[in-house]
């Protein structure tokens, strides 16, 4: 797979999340397990730390502070990023719970 074809896959996957926010399909009630499962589905299990800084907003400086402050969790010895802990720091997030002021803007 060459390096457009990956990127057009991966633009492709943020568009899909972006359309699941928007439509609020992405924070239902029952939306950690819903949340989950999309994100899976969309990403596979583990992601690099950019995809990470992707689907959440944020820098990669940032993924590197949620990882050491513990609100998402690493895998692969730390060179990926869980999908299902963005997918919960996300429904934590979206439900108004612990969130840590970051300076940067997102973007």
Do not use: P, W
């Not at 439509?23 to 950690?32: H, V």
């Amino acid at each position: 797979m060459t390096v457009e074809e990956r990127m057009d896959k991966l633009e492709q996957r943020v568009l899909t999340l972006e359309m699941l926010a928007q439509n609020g399909e992405l924070f239902r009630d029952d939306s950690l397990m819903r949340t989950e499962k999309e994100l899976v589905d969309i990403h596979g299990k583990y992601v690099d730390k950019s995809t990470a800084a992707r689907i959440l907003g944020v820098t990669r400086a940032t993924v590197y502070a949620m990882l050491k402050d513990g609100r998402i969790k690493g895998a692969c010895s730390g060179r990926r990023v869980d999908v299902r802990s963005i997918a919960r720091h996300l429904c934590t997030e979206s439900k108004g719970g612990r969130h840590h002021e970051d300076s940067e803007s997102r973007y």
